[in-house]
């Protein structure tokens, strides 16, 4: 099983970019297909991207699709999440996410390992 760091969260204004990294650790050396999802407060937690294990197949939420750019850097055993033009609907607790394989997928319950989340605040 791998264990997952997230970071890069924080406070920023509406319309700016933030980059959210996430690093693996442990059994990287099998194969797993990486997501990312929020949960704002008061609501549900919900799919934001995901990545195949080779990097070739990724999935956007149509809230974020055109907006925010999902890439791995497998040498480094890290997923990345870069997100431009922020928006105050955009705050939450951002969660990286593992699944053993190499397709990636849409729900929680898709991912049997998880990071502990990051903080990020969109002011407007």
């Known amino acids: 099983q791998v264990q997952l760091v997230e970071s890069g969260g924080g406070l920023v204004q509406a319309g700016a970019s933030l980059r959210l990294s996430c690093a693996a650790s442990?059994?990287?050396?099998?194969?797993?297909?990486m997501g990312w999802f929020r949960q704002a407060p008061g609501k549900e937690r919900e799919f934001v991207a995901a990545?195949?294990?080779?990097?070739?197949?990724?999935y956007y939420s149509n809230s974020v699709k055109g907006r925010f750019t999902i890439s791995r850097n497998s040498a480094k055993n890290t997923v990345y999440l870069q997100r431009n033009s922020l928006k105050p609907e955009d705050t939450a607790v951002y969660y990286c996410?593992?699944?053993?394989?190499?397709?990636?997928?849409?729900?929680?319950?898709?991912?049997?390992?998880w990071g502990q989340g990051t903080q990020v605040t969109i002011s407007s």
């Open positions: 442990g059994r990287t050396d099998t194969n797993y297909a």
């Open positions: 990545i195949s294990w080779g990097g070739s197949i990724r």
């Open positions: 996410a593992a699944r053993s394989g190499s397709v990636p997928g849409q729900n929680g319950e898709d991912y049997n390992c």
